[in-house]
Protein backbone atom coordinates (compact mmCIF):
# COMPACT_ATOMS: atom_id res chain seq x y z
CA UNK A 1 0.00 0.00 0.00
CA UNK A 2 2.76 2.49 0.42
CA UNK A 3 6.54 2.42 1.54
CA UNK A 4 6.36 4.70 4.38
CA UNK A 5 6.90 2.95 7.89
CA UNK A 6 5.50 5.47 10.04
CA UNK A 7 7.52 6.37 13.33
CA UNK A 8 4.97 8.27 15.60
CA UNK A 9 6.01 11.06 17.65
CA UNK A 10 3.83 12.23 20.65
CA UNK A 11 4.64 15.15 22.31
CA UNK A 12 2.88 15.20 25.73
CA UNK A 13 1.39 18.63 27.67
CA UNK A 14 0.82 19.34 30.91
CA UNK A 15 0.31 16.16 32.80
CA UNK A 16 1.11 13.58 30.21
CA UNK A 17 5.01 12.43 31.26
CA UNK A 18 4.51 8.93 30.04
CA UNK A 19 2.66 7.21 27.30
CA UNK A 20 1.22 3.93 29.03
CA UNK A 21 1.45 0.21 26.62
CA UNK A 22 4.88 1.35 25.44
CA UNK A 23 6.65 -1.70 25.21
CA UNK A 24 10.71 -2.35 25.35
CA UNK A 25 11.08 1.21 26.49
CA UNK A 26 14.22 3.39 26.36
CA UNK A 27 14.97 6.68 27.25
CA UNK A 28 16.90 8.56 24.48
CA UNK A 29 19.38 11.48 25.52
CA UNK A 30 19.21 13.22 21.62
CA UNK A 31 21.99 15.86 20.75
CA UNK A 32 20.92 18.82 18.53
CA UNK A 33 22.49 21.64 16.63
CA UNK A 34 20.32 23.35 18.64
CA UNK A 35 20.36 22.98 22.02
CA UNK A 36 19.27 20.53 24.35
CA UNK A 37 15.54 19.03 23.78
CA UNK A 38 13.05 19.37 26.96
CA UNK A 39 14.38 15.58 28.14
CA UNK A 40 15.59 12.80 27.13
CA UNK A 41 13.47 11.03 24.28
CA UNK A 42 11.02 7.86 25.43
CA UNK A 43 11.12 5.07 22.50
CA UNK A 44 9.54 2.10 22.66
CA UNK A 45 6.36 0.12 20.57
CA UNK A 46 2.44 0.61 20.80
CA UNK A 47 1.03 -2.43 18.87
CA UNK A 48 4.04 -3.22 16.67
CA UNK A 49 4.10 0.67 15.86
CA UNK A 50 7.62 2.57 16.59
CA UNK A 51 6.70 5.30 19.08
CA UNK A 52 8.94 8.38 20.27
CA UNK A 53 7.55 10.57 23.24
CA UNK A 54 8.55 13.70 24.63
CA UNK A 55 7.40 15.47 28.13
CA UNK A 56 7.16 19.14 26.77
CA UNK A 57 8.02 20.67 30.04
CA UNK A 58 10.34 17.73 30.82
CA UNK A 59 9.64 15.10 33.45
CA UNK A 60 8.04 17.11 36.72
CA UNK A 61 7.23 20.03 34.73
CA UNK A 62 10.21 22.16 35.17
CA UNK A 63 10.51 24.27 32.21
CA UNK A 64 7.62 26.93 31.69
CA UNK A 65 6.32 27.45 28.01
CA UNK A 66 8.80 30.70 26.87
CA UNK A 67 12.00 28.60 28.03
CA UNK A 68 10.92 25.40 25.74
CA UNK A 69 13.67 24.68 23.15
CA UNK A 70 11.20 24.37 20.40
CA UNK A 71 13.63 23.91 17.67
CA UNK A 72 15.64 21.27 19.98
CA UNK A 73 11.93 19.62 20.45
CA UNK A 74 11.67 18.69 16.78
CA UNK A 75 15.04 18.34 15.71
CA UNK A 76 15.32 15.67 17.77
CA UNK A 77 11.98 14.01 16.53
CA UNK A 78 13.12 13.91 13.44
CA UNK A 79 17.05 12.84 13.90
CA UNK A 80 14.67 9.81 15.67
CA UNK A 81 12.90 9.19 12.21
CA UNK A 82 9.68 10.33 13.17
CA UNK A 83 7.43 11.44 10.78
CA UNK A 84 3.87 12.01 12.43
CA UNK A 85 3.33 13.71 15.46
CA UNK A 86 0.64 14.39 17.74
CA UNK A 87 0.71 16.54 19.91
CA UNK A 88 -1.34 17.18 23.54
CA UNK A 89 -1.95 20.21 24.47
CA UNK A 90 -3.83 21.91 28.03
CA UNK A 91 -5.92 23.95 26.92
CA UNK A 92 -8.45 27.11 28.05
CA UNK A 93 -11.75 26.99 26.52
CA UNK A 94 -12.85 30.42 24.73
CA UNK A 95 -16.39 29.11 24.03
CA UNK A 96 -19.31 28.07 26.13
CA UNK A 97 -19.84 24.59 24.06
CA UNK A 98 -16.24 23.35 24.81
CA UNK A 99 -16.40 22.89 28.69
CA UNK A 100 -13.32 21.93 31.12
CA UNK A 101 -13.31 17.76 29.24
CA UNK A 102 -14.03 18.20 26.33
CA UNK A 103 -11.15 17.93 23.55
CA UNK A 104 -10.68 19.57 20.18
CA UNK A 105 -8.99 18.67 17.45
CA UNK A 106 -7.67 22.23 16.56
CA UNK A 107 -7.13 22.82 12.75
CA UNK A 108 -5.61 26.49 12.95
CA UNK A 109 -3.16 28.93 15.11
CA UNK A 110 -3.33 32.58 15.92
CA UNK A 111 0.37 32.84 16.80
CA UNK A 112 0.90 35.71 19.86
CA UNK A 113 4.16 34.68 21.27
CA UNK A 114 7.01 37.15 20.57
CA UNK A 115 10.08 35.45 22.75
CA UNK A 116 10.85 32.47 20.74
CA UNK A 117 12.80 31.41 17.99
CA UNK A 118 10.33 30.17 15.10
CA UNK A 119 12.25 29.36 12.33
CA UNK A 120 15.36 26.27 11.72
CA UNK A 121 16.34 29.10 8.60
CA UNK A 122 18.34 31.84 9.14
CA UNK A 123 20.78 34.03 7.52
CA UNK A 124 23.06 32.07 5.38
CA UNK A 125 19.75 29.91 4.78
CA UNK A 126 16.37 31.62 4.33
CA UNK A 127 13.35 29.35 3.40
CA UNK A 128 9.73 30.21 3.55
CA UNK A 129 6.86 27.31 4.23
CA UNK A 130 3.55 27.82 3.72
CA UNK A 131 1.38 26.77 7.44
CA UNK A 132 -2.14 28.12 5.69
CA UNK A 133 -3.20 24.52 6.90
CA UNK A 134 -0.89 23.92 9.94
CA UNK A 135 -2.34 20.55 10.94
CA UNK A 136 -2.04 17.59 8.93
CA UNK A 137 -5.61 16.49 7.81
CA UNK A 138 -5.21 12.83 7.49
CA UNK A 139 -4.10 13.10 10.98
CA UNK A 140 -6.97 14.78 11.99
CA UNK A 141 -9.18 12.15 10.56
CA UNK A 142 -7.70 9.75 11.97
CA UNK A 143 -7.91 11.31 15.71
CA UNK A 144 -11.80 12.39 15.03
CA UNK A 145 -12.38 8.86 14.57
CA UNK A 146 -10.72 7.30 17.22
CA UNK A 147 -11.69 9.67 19.65
CA UNK A 148 -15.70 9.04 18.82
CA UNK A 149 -14.79 5.61 19.10
CA UNK A 150 -13.30 5.85 22.59
CA UNK A 151 -17.17 8.25 23.06
CA UNK A 152 -14.38 10.93 24.19
CA UNK A 153 -16.45 14.86 23.99
CA UNK A 154 -14.80 15.78 20.94
CA UNK A 155 -15.00 18.73 18.62
CA UNK A 156 -13.16 18.43 15.19
CA UNK A 157 -12.30 21.92 14.16
CA UNK A 158 -10.73 25.23 16.02
CA UNK A 159 -8.45 28.01 16.08
CA UNK A 160 -5.98 27.41 18.65
CA UNK A 161 -5.04 31.21 20.00
CA UNK A 162 -1.00 30.72 21.50
CA UNK A 163 -0.13 32.92 23.72
CA UNK A 164 3.37 33.84 25.41
CA UNK A 165 2.79 33.53 29.09
CA UNK A 166 3.10 32.14 31.47
CA UNK A 167 0.40 34.77 33.33
CA UNK A 168 -3.44 33.85 31.96
CA UNK A 169 -4.62 36.20 30.26
CA UNK A 170 -6.28 39.82 31.64
CA UNK A 171 -9.90 39.50 30.68
CA UNK A 172 -9.87 41.73 27.97
CA UNK A 173 -7.33 39.81 26.24
CA UNK A 174 -9.53 36.88 26.70
CA UNK A 175 -13.11 38.94 25.84
CA UNK A 176 -10.49 39.77 22.78
CA UNK A 177 -9.46 36.35 20.95
CA UNK A 178 -13.49 35.42 21.63
CA UNK A 179 -14.29 38.40 19.33
CA UNK A 180 -11.79 36.80 17.21
CA UNK A 181 -13.77 33.65 16.75
CA UNK A 182 -11.39 31.64 18.70
CA UNK A 183 -12.34 28.41 20.29
CA UNK A 184 -9.65 27.30 23.10
CA UNK A 185 -6.34 29.10 24.23
CA UNK A 186 -2.88 27.79 25.01
CA UNK A 187 1.08 28.72 25.93
CA UNK A 188 2.47 26.04 23.73
CA UNK A 189 1.63 24.66 20.54
CA UNK A 190 3.89 27.73 18.48
CA UNK A 191 6.60 27.57 17.19
CA UNK A 192 6.15 24.12 17.22
CA UNK A 193 3.67 23.53 14.61
CA UNK A 194 5.78 25.54 12.29
CA UNK A 195 8.90 23.82 13.07
CA UNK A 196 7.40 20.73 12.59
CA UNK A 197 6.50 21.76 8.79
CA UNK A 198 9.72 23.55 8.07
CA UNK A 199 10.93 19.98 9.59
CA UNK A 200 8.64 17.90 7.13
CA UNK A 201 6.74 16.25 9.86
CA UNK A 202 2.91 15.83 9.97
CA UNK A 203 0.96 17.41 12.28
CA UNK A 204 -1.60 17.29 14.76
CA UNK A 205 -2.60 18.63 18.03
CA UNK A 206 -4.99 17.72 20.14
CA UNK A 207 -6.14 20.81 22.62
CA UNK A 208 -7.54 18.99 25.86
CA UNK A 209 -9.62 21.82 27.87
CA UNK A 210 -9.08 22.82 31.86
CA UNK A 211 -10.95 25.83 32.03
CA UNK A 212 -12.94 28.48 30.56
CA UNK A 213 -10.01 30.98 31.12
CA UNK A 214 -11.02 33.96 32.40
CA UNK A 215 -14.20 35.45 30.37
CA UNK A 216 -16.81 33.03 31.65
CA UNK A 217 -18.57 34.31 34.73
CA UNK A 218 -17.77 30.85 36.63
CA UNK A 219 -14.00 31.31 35.84
CA UNK A 220 -13.44 34.84 36.39
CA UNK A 221 -9.79 33.74 38.08
CA UNK A 222 -7.70 30.52 36.33
CA UNK A 223 -5.95 29.20 39.03
CA UNK A 224 -3.20 25.80 38.71
CA UNK A 225 -5.55 24.20 41.22
CA UNK A 226 -8.26 24.48 38.70
CA UNK A 227 -6.62 23.29 36.08
CA UNK A 228 -4.92 20.35 37.43
CA UNK A 229 -8.01 18.75 38.36
CA UNK A 230 -9.28 18.76 34.92
CA UNK A 231 -5.46 17.85 33.73
CA UNK A 232 -6.17 14.58 35.31
CA UNK A 233 -9.00 13.38 33.18
CA UNK A 234 -7.98 14.94 30.57
CA UNK A 235 -4.28 12.62 30.62
CA UNK A 236 -6.54 9.47 30.82
CA UNK A 237 -8.22 10.33 27.84
CA UNK A 238 -5.36 11.50 25.90
CA UNK A 239 -3.75 8.24 26.55
CA UNK A 240 -6.33 6.26 25.50
CA UNK A 241 -7.02 8.40 22.42
CA UNK A 242 -2.75 7.57 21.53
CA UNK A 243 -3.22 3.72 22.34
CA UNK A 244 -6.52 3.87 20.05
CA UNK A 245 -4.74 5.97 17.11
CA UNK A 246 -1.25 4.86 16.79
CA UNK A 247 -2.06 1.31 15.01
CA UNK A 248 -3.88 3.53 12.62
CA UNK A 249 -2.00 5.81 11.89
CA UNK A 250 1.23 4.10 12.25
CA UNK A 251 0.21 1.65 9.13
CA UNK A 252 2.18 1.77 6.02
CA UNK A 253 1.30 4.43 3.29
CA UNK A 254 2.48 6.69 0.56
CA UNK A 255 3.07 10.14 0.94
CA UNK A 256 1.21 12.62 2.78
CA UNK A 257 -1.45 14.24 0.62
CA UNK A 258 -1.33 17.27 1.96
CA UNK A 259 2.03 17.67 1.33
CA UNK A 260 3.56 18.13 4.61
CA UNK A 261 6.34 15.96 4.12
CA UNK A 262 7.75 18.11 1.01
CA UNK A 263 6.92 21.61 2.28
CA UNK A 264 10.48 22.23 1.44
CA UNK A 265 10.26 21.24 -2.03
CA UNK A 266 9.96 24.97 -3.13
CA UNK A 267 10.46 26.42 0.44
CA UNK A 268 14.56 27.42 -0.05
CA UNK A 269 15.40 30.87 -1.52
CA UNK A 270 18.99 31.44 -1.17
CA UNK A 271 21.08 30.77 -3.99
CA UNK A 272 23.06 27.71 -3.42
CA UNK A 273 26.59 29.75 -3.98
CA UNK A 274 25.18 31.72 -1.04
CA UNK A 275 24.65 29.59 1.36
CA UNK A 276 26.66 29.43 4.71
CA UNK A 277 27.67 25.53 5.07
CA UNK A 278 27.58 26.56 8.89
CA UNK A 279 23.66 26.43 8.73
CA UNK A 280 23.77 23.79 6.66
CA UNK A 281 25.38 21.80 8.94
CA UNK A 282 22.70 22.69 11.92
CA UNK A 283 20.29 21.79 8.89
CA UNK A 284 20.96 18.64 8.61
CA UNK A 285 18.63 16.64 10.10
CA UNK A 286 15.54 18.89 9.43
CA UNK A 287 16.31 19.81 5.74
CA UNK A 288 18.53 17.25 4.73
CA UNK A 289 16.42 15.84 2.00
CA UNK A 290 15.98 19.26 0.20
CA UNK A 291 19.63 20.08 1.06
CA UNK A 292 21.36 16.57 -0.36
CA UNK A 293 19.18 16.77 -3.63
Keep these: MGDIQPVIGIIGGSGLYDIDGLQNKTWQKVETPWGDPSDALLEGTLNGVRCVFLPRHGRGHALPP ?8 IDAMKRMGVTDIISLSAVGSLKAELPPGHFVIVDQFIDRTFAREKSFFGPGCVAHV ?3 HPVCPRLGDALE ?6 SLPVT ?8 EGPQFSTKAESELYRSWGCSVIGMTNMPEAKLAREAEICYATVAMVTDYDCWHPDHDAVTVEQVVKFLLGNAEGGRSLVRAVVPVIGAARGVCPAGCDRALDHALITHPDK ?3 AMLAMLDAVAGRVLRA
Excluded at 66 to 73: C, I, V
Excluded at 145 to 150: D, E, F, G, P, V
Excluded at 156 to 163: D, F
Design 66 to 73: SALNYRAN
Design 130 to 132: SVA
Design 145 to 150: AAAHAL
Design 156 to 163: RGGTYLVM
Design 275 to 277: RDP
